[in-house]
């Protein structure tokens, strides 16, 4: 790179990362209008006013057996311990950019990062001011909160979430995997604890352990060795971004697909190698195989996981029936991208039938599909009140969905299929 001065140089890098970023934006916004179109904006704003409503009603009267503070608990955690820091690197950066690596960690990280705790902490304040009514007019969880400054408490959990963000970019400097992975750990479960004291116990308490929290956190920081910048994360994570925008557009109009990075996930990649060893079933595994070690899995499972808690946690069974509706939803849409997988072109010269590739990829589908459908189904009727008239209609039109209107679209040939 050509010696600039420090100015130009921090000015270069500054406009660098907003070129990226509108960049970005133009790649992606324009997709949406084909989002709007096919129906899902106006799916989404029913699904909105839907639960609008029945907040407004929830709180004139909160049930005295719904548990607000396991609740409040989880959904501040949650909003408080995301930590992304868009630095929108590509692979070539480190190559031209490392020759300034420090004025980059000024004019160019110290942006993104401050960019990223605003965020956090408006998510963070968004979450509590939709859970404060909530806190207030909860039987389990009044009398505490009323000898609470709500205010006071907003500015707590807006430090907590600025402090895992920042907290987050020291993980990302550590350069021993198993210990970036087990600060994370460590990070999430004070971050917990902490927001559990502030809101269930007294504050002379609480925040003399929030403050101690933080303090072990910093300590722990100090030991591993860090990288000045950690190119490889970043870079991984901005192509993860991408390819998450990417898979989401793709479940309604095609757009460029970007490389995916296989997972090994033993705890379910067994799966595939349960199926017949027959000549028949060669589609079936190889798409098994893409579809447990690949992204749309794993947004999947933690799509499916996280239903299934809200779920668990709502106890109101006009909300359950419309999450699970939502749920099965995009659980389909999100399985429709196995009709998008491409293999190496190595693989057409395989010994297989083309044309029993789709049938395949339905097939995976349906299944995964229809065990949703029928877990989430369970988890609602064993968790809340058993109602059947409810229910079953429920998991009859999720199964539907995902047993056989999705798979019959991911089998469907057209002209643009490659065989």
């Known amino acids: 790179m050509r010696d600039l001065g420090n100015e130009e140089q921090f000015g270069f890098l500054r406009s660098l990362r907003q070129s990226r970023a509108a960049a970005f934006r133009r790649e992606i916004v324009p997709h949406f209008r084909y989002v709007f179109q096919s129906g899902f904006g106006l799916f989404a704003s029913a699904i909105l006013f839907s639960a609008f409503v029945w907040y407004v009603d929830f709180i004139k009267a909160v049930p005295a057996n719904w548990p607000a503070d396991a609740a409040g608990v989880a959904v501040i955690s949650l909003a408080a311990i995301r930590a992304p ?10 190559v031209f950019l490392l020759a300034i690596e420090s004025r980059l960690l000024q004019a160019y990280i110290r942006p993104a990062l401050r960019a990223a705790i605003w965020a956090g902490v408006l998510r963070t304040l968004a979450i509590f001011a939709i859970y404060s009514p909530i806190y207030l007019g909860s039987p389990i969880t009044m009398d505490v909160a009323q000898t609470r400054s709500m205010v006071i408490m907003a500015a ?41 004291a502030l809101l269930l116990k007294p504050w002379g308490m609480a925040i003399p352990l929030m403050l101690l929290c933080m303090l072990i ?15 490889d994360k970043l870079i991984g994570e901005e192509e993860a971004v991408r390819r998450r925008w990417m898979s989401f557009l793709g479940w309604f109009v095609d757009v460029p697909t970007e490389t995916s990075k296989p997972a090994r996930r033993a705890w379910i990649a067994w799966i595939g190698d349960s199926l017949l060893w027959q000549h028949r079933w060669s589609w079936h ?4 195989k893409v579809f447990l070690r690949g992204e749309t899995f794993g947004a999947f499972w933690r799509w499916v996981a996280l239903t299934g808690v809200v779920i668990v946690v709502s106890g109101n069974a006009l909300a359950d029936a419309i999450i699970y509706g939502i749920a099965i939803m995009i659980c389909g849409l999100q399985l429709s991208e196995l009709r ?35 877990l989430l189904g369970l988890v609602g009727m064993l968790t809340g009140t058993i109602r059947f008239d409810i229910w079953l209609p429920l998991i009859a039109a999720g199964l539907l969905w995902c047993g056989w209107w999705m798979p019959r679209k991911i089998a469907k040939f057209t002209d643009e299929d490659d065989m």
């Open 285 to 288: 595994f190889l798409y098994a």
């Open 217 to 231: 956190v910093w300590l722990l920081w100090r030991i591993p060795a860090q990288h000045a910048l950690p190119w």
């Open 156 to 196: 707590l959990f807006a430090i907590i979430a600025g402090c895992n963000v920042y907290a987050g970019w020291r993980e990302r400097r550590i350069a021993d995997k198993s210990r970036r992975g087990g600060l994370r750990i460590l990070r999430w479960s004070v971050t917990a604890l902490s927001v559990a």
């Open 85 to 94: 820091l868009r630095a929108y690197f590509k692979e070539a950066d480190p």
């Open 340 to 374: 998008r997988v491409r293999f190496v072109e190595t693989a057409a010269t395989l010994p297989i039938p083309p044309e029993g590739r789709l049938a395949a990829a339905a097939a995976i589908a349906r299944t995964a599909g229809v065990a949703a459908a029928v």
